[in-house]
């Protein structure tokens, strides 16, 4: 399974930025895609994950603020960013959970993408 993020960049605080993922390879149907940021010094957390029912689940700092959709057609997952803050800062990192071969659950990783927030 690859991932492949797009669509960070630079933006002020207040703007809104779209990132993309792009997953291919052997994705179950039953599936989980999301989106985890990392900023300097700090752990990896959730920014929000999508079910492949389309249930969604965000993390407390983006609720309102964050959107998450997908593509099941395309196997795309994006992640619409608003009312960015400074402390958005981070790499956002792309992610699918999915059965393997044995039935397990298994988590791929994209790349990452940065995202800067400032004036």
């Known amino acids: 399974v690859q991932l492949q993020a797009s669509g960070g960049g630079l933006v002020q605080p207040g703007g809104s930025l779209r990132l993309s993922c792009a997953a291919s390879?052997?994705?179950?149907?039953?599936?989980?895609m999301g989106w985890y940021r990392q900023a300097p010094g700090k752990q990896r957390e959730l920014v929000a994950v999508?079910?492949?029912?389309?249930?969604?689940n965000y993390g407390d700092d983006v609720k309102a603020r964050f959107t998450i959709s997908r593509d099941n057609a395309k196997t795309m997952v994006y992640l619409q960013m608003s009312s960015l803050k400074p402390e958005d800062t981070a790499i956002y990192y792309c992610s699918v959970q999915s059965l393997d071969g044995t039935n397990r659950w298994r988590n791929y990783w994209g790349q990452g993408t940065q995202v800067t927030v400032s004036s």
């Open positions: 390879g052997s994705i179950s149907t039953d599936n989980v």
């Open positions: 999508i079910f492949s029912s389309g249930t969604t």
